[in-house]
């Protein structure tokens, strides 16, 4: 299985041979997922900033190498919704350059994460967290369509969102009713078309609508050309802005927060894929895949990319069982943007703006979002606070904090698992040896103490362990620490236990351990445990313990 750690789905499948049946199925299903991702790969571009054939690259490139050579049997991957707040602030701040740069370097990351194979790891980002910047992504979404929606004559829409919804509001009286009709018929098309049926995407169905009405009627509505010019009809040539280290210095921390975004996405996305189709991706060479997807992306001018978990859906809904499937939806698109981009520019931006109103709302998560509401106090404080962060100042901030007090909140939770107790009245134990017979109690001396430590000794409990220890009332001429539940001690947990074992020394206290198991152990001598404590003080067992105990207190006398 190691061997296949990296290995692209595709070439284990073709090794084992694929079907023609299966084939047909996953080019049918390629064809209509590029459908599906032709209007919402022009969308993303233009509401993270940058122009549609951006988009539209990114899902060329990126998805075909993103299918050919990642983890999954049926990621579709390409530019989504989840890019649109970041991506928009890099191109406000350091322009379509400095995008390029970081997503190139993001790119970069995402390949260290699957080589060092953190895969793994990034399945266990906390689901509060998640929720919480998805909603807070979802809700940027939507004010952001909402200048194209209403058709307001604003020209600039301030990146901040309190000021964004500042100037809508001092623009509410210049509503375009037409484009509001417009944006509404898209909405609902996009929304509701599927109980009509389900073999054409709703949002095709609402652009091609939206698109002949505003041509025919021509109705004084902005559309991407006038916005945006025309789409070109080719891919550019691979190119590179000039790299400066001032430039990598601003851009570390947006690249990293495109990398651990789009690690997130990508796995889960296979996650949920895999549900479907009751398999297995391999989480390190999807995220290797990713890496080499944004790279490339980048290089030919187009922007982040990951796996969108819609658009896999709808690969797997129809067929999709290969990765045969999403290099087809690239080709398609390819195929779409030779042949078809003059017909794009025609497309109306309230009709996008419906469209995109209708992703937000679907990538809101509203039920888990109140669901996780009526939680634990410490699930709902990871989710508001990463909600509100997103929302109200950054992305990148959110994801950072989020990480931050979620492993705060873990810290708290392990270290009020770990509990430190006077323990000369327990009589039970893990094995016989443990145990603590009632006859052997009356003639425990008095001058010894027991104390038991359950659960980890880390940096999170270190501390307590310490207090506790150390406030004894009455310094006994033998302490016996109990640790047969203590499964791993880092260097702060190594440091506190030498700690108060230096200081019961200076008070001519003897310590024993009692219970230790061997990594704990080994961790202790490597250590230098042995230069504060007698070998002979580190013991298996209780009866061990107390013999050895009886022995020092007769030896003090």
């Known amino acids: 299985m190691k061997d296949n750690l990296f290995t692209p789905k595709l070439f284990t499948l073709l090794k084992k041979g694929i079907g023609k049946k299966q084939i047909q199925k996953d080019i049918i299903a390629g064809l209509i997922v590029g459908i599906v991702a032709l209007p919402l790969a022009i969308a993303f571009a233009i509401a993270s900033g940058v122009s549609p054939d951006k988009g539209l690259i990114t899902a060329i490139i990126a998805g075909f190498i993103i299918s050919a050579f990642g983890g999954s049997r049926v990621q579709i991957g390409g530019p989504t919704g989840a890019f649109i707040v970041i991506v928009y602030a890099i191109v406000q701040e350091h322009g379509i350059s400095g995008l390029t ?31 919480g910047f998805t909603s807070g992504i979802a809700l940027i979404i939507f004010s952001s369509q909402v200048k194209d929606f ?41 929304f509701y078309f599927h109980r009509i049926t389900t073999k054409i995407p709703g949002s095709i169905v609402a652009i091609l609508l939206c698109t002949f009405v505003v041509y025919f009627f021509n109705l004084p509505i902005n559309t991407i050309e006038t916005s945006f010019g025309e789409i070109p009809r080719q891919i550019p040539f691979p190119s590179f802005p000039i790299i400066s280290f001032d430039t990598l210095k601003k ?71 290969t990765p045969i499937a999403g290099i087809t ?10 042949l078809f981009a003059p017909f794009a520019k025609l497309i109306p931006m309230p009709c996008l ?48 904090i989020g990480i931050v007090l979620s492993s705060f909140v873990f810290m708290k939770r392990m270290s009020e698992l770990t509990t430190i107790q006077l323990s000369n009245d327990i009589q039970d134990g893990i094995n016989e040896n443990e145990k603590l017979f ?26 307590a362990f310490q207090d506790t220890i150390t406030q004894l009332q009455k310094k006994p001429k033998v302490l016996i620490l109990r640790m047969r539940n ?56 209780m009866t061990q313990s107390l013999n050895r105990a009886k022995e020092i207190v007769e030896s003090k006398k």
């Open 438 to 463: 009632d006859e052997e109690l009356p003639i425990l001396p008095r001058d010894v103490s027991i104390y038991e430590i359950n659960g980890a000794l880390f940096f999170g409990a270190a501390q």
């Open 486 to 541: 203590v499964p791993l001690i880092d260097a702060t947990g190594i440091y506190r236990l030498k700690e108060v074992i230096r200081k019961f020394n200076s008070d001519n206290t003897t310590t024993i351990l009692s219970g230790i198991n061997e990594q704990v152990k080994a961790d202790l001598e490597k250590a230098g445990i042995y230069n504060l404590i007698n070998p002979e003080n580190l013991l298996n067992d």
């Open 150 to 190: 209403l058709g307001l004559p604003i020209d600039t829409v301030p990146s901040d969102f309190i000021d964004k919804w500042t100037e809508y509001a001092s623009q509410i009286h210049n509503i375009n009713w037409m484009s509001m009709a417009l944006a509404l018929s898209a909405m609902l098309i996009s």
């Open 353 to 400: 703006a419906g469209i995109l109103v209708v992703v937000a709302y679907h990538m809101s998560e509203w039920r888990q979002f109140i669901s996780l509401l009526k939680g634990n106090t410490y699930d709902v404080l990871i989710l508001l606070v990463t909600f509100f962060l997103t929302v109200i100042f950054d992305l990148i901030i959110a994801i950072e």
């Open 101 to 131: 740069i970081a997503t190139f370097m993001a790119g970069f990351i995402l390949i260290g994460f699957g080589l060092v194979r953190l895969g793994n790891l990034l399945k266990y980002i906390p689901y509060p967290l998640i929720v």
């Open 251 to 321: 851009l570390i921390q947006p690249a990293f927060a495109i990398a651990l975004l789009g690690g997130i996405e990508s796995l889960l996305s296979a996650v949920v894929a895999d549900g479907m189709i009751g398999s297995h991706h391999r989480s390190n060479a999807e995220l290797v895949a990713q890496g080499i997807a944004n790279c490339f992306s980048a290089i030919f001018g187009g922007i982040p990319a990951t796996g969108a978990i819609a658009r896999t859906a709808t690969n797997v809904k129809n067929g999709g069982r």
């Open 329 to 338: 939806h690239a080709l398609v698109l390819l195929f779409i943007m030779l």
